[in-house]
């Protein structure tokens, strides 16, 4: 069944979005434009200036059109590569559910709180996950200001993660750009117009 739409915060919640987005790429910031939206729309929403209309439908469209846009990118050589780290990303995925769930215990019973609202609280992406016939069970306002400022963080910081993780080799095959590599891919292709003595020996 498919529920009503507030058409009016519907629309005020996609302007939220297109301004954020508009807005995002002047800041210079990585993930700009989620990390934009998300903040001032929870200083709005917070204060009651903006009430964040999403419906369900939307929902299952975005999370679709996200999953083919990252599975559209997928090319052989990354398969590969993913297939030889397959038994260490299966192992470090369950060691990340252990992790979760004891820290998930520490928290139940420190905070006196039930289990299933603690596991999620310290599982990345969790409430994304919960069905809705479990919200009830679930205090997620306490969820959420846990999971606020990990994922604010992670979004921020995740870009400069490949920089600062010694040892691992990219395979032939598989670029990931920077800005300085664009930069001086671009500078290759387009050498300056300038005389034999004048240029860098690069482009002699």
């Given at each position: ?61 975005s999370y679709a059109l996200v999953g083919w846009t990252i599975g559209l990118r997928f090319t ?53 996950r919960l069905p809705s016939s479990r919200l009830d069970a679930v205090d997620m306002p306490f ?62």
């Amino acid at each position: 069944m498919v529920s009503a739409v507030a058409w009016r915060a519907f629309a005020a919640t996609i302007g939220l979005a297109g301004v954020s987005t508009a807005v995002a790429p002047l800041l210079r910031i990585p993930a700009g434009s989620m990390l934009v939206a998300f903040v001032v729309g929870a200083v709005l929403h917070a204060t009651g200036m903006m009430t964040i209309e999403l419906p369900q439908w939307l929902l299952a469209g975005s999370y679709a059109l996200v999953g083919w846009t990252i599975g559209l990118r997928f090319t052989r050589p990354i398969l590969v590569h993913v297939a030889r780290l397959l038994p260490r990303i299966a192992a470090s995925t369950l060691v990340l559910i252990a992790v979760c769930g004891g820290l998930g215990m520490v928290l139940s019973r420190v905070a006196g709180i039930d289990p299933l609202t603690a596991y999620l609280a310290m599982s990345p992406g969790a409430p994304i996950r919960l069905p809705s016939s479990r919200l009830d069970a679930v205090d997620m306002p306490f969820v959420m200001a846990l999971q606020t400022p990990v994922s604010s963080s992670s979004c921020s910081s995740a870009p400069a993660w490949p920089g600062w993780s010694p040892g691992i080799s990219i395979p032939e095959g598989i670029a990931i750009t920077k800005p300085a590599a664009r930069k001086a891919s671009t500078t290759a292709r387009n050498p300056p117009d300038c005389g034999v003595q004048q240029c860098p020996a690069s482009f002699r």
